[in-house]
């Protein structure tokens, strides 16, 4: 459940690590405050009509569509995810591979952020220094029988804002686990196999392509 909770809220995002400190203000709130302000818009449209959403799967992907995913790069997510396998793919092959990404991702995850509540997750006192344009914002989510376990968003500013870029969960980071299990297919393979199963799943499971990245 915590799988499923914390990559519901992350269901796309990446943005390449920086590679000197920003130079420049970034516009919008920092990496806490974004952090925080996104979880409650998600909780209070969540607790306004909770049924609703359990019940309806486009209602939901509409949810995460207007509230998270405009903090996420889904575009470099997917691309860090393929990762050596993003250079060899044809620009349709890529523009593809974004969408079913993502909407895999939404039809798997999307429904378990139905679950998410106020006493479920933890937004713990920032560290780090913003001016060097990557923060890490750490988070506890409440299991079921209490247990807390550690969340952790990396954070980049980037020049539409703090955009998250992975999450680490028990010390596992959604990037490298992503990147290995795709990675290790698409050798079996092949690219095409993989984007066109991706495209299935969310089919299968009633998800539609959202356009993004």
């Given at each position: 459940m915590i799988r499923r909770i914390a990559l519901a809220i992350v269901l796309a995002m990446m943005l390449p690590p920086a590679a000197h400190a920003q130079q420049q203000p970034t516009p919008g709130p920092g990496p806490q405050a974004l952090m925080q302000d996104t979880a409650q818009r998600m909780l209070n449209a969540l607790d306004a009509d909770r049924d609703a959403y359990r019940k309806d799967r486009q209602k939901m992907n509409g949810l995460?569509?207007?509230i998270l995913l405009p903090n996420?790069?889904?575009e470099y997510s997917a691309r860090l995810v393929l990762g050596k396998h993003?250079?060899?793919?044809t620009a349709q092959q890529r523009k593809r591979f974004v969408d079913a990404f993502y909407s895999s991702m939404l039809a798997k995850y999307g429904s378990a952020l139905a679950q998410f509540t106020a006493d479920r997750m933890t937004i713990l006192p920032f560290r780090g220094d913003e001016a060097s344009g990557q923060a890490t914002v750490r988070?506890?989510?409440?299991t079921n029988d209490g247990t807390r376990v550690p969340v952790n968003y990396s954070m980049r500013a980037t020049p539409q804002g703090w955009r998250a870029w992975d999450v680490t969960i028990e010390g596992i980071s959604y990037v490298?686990?992503?990147?290995?299990?795709?990675g290790a297919e698409i050798e079996q393979r092949g690219?095409?196999?993989v984007i066109a199963r991706l495209e299935a799943d969310a089919a299968s499971l009633g998800s539609v392509t959202s356009g993004a990245g």
């Open positions: 995460v569509d207007r996420f790069d889904t993003w250079r060899a793919a988070t506890e989510v409440r490298k686990n992503f990147r290995d299990d795709f690219v095409e196999s």
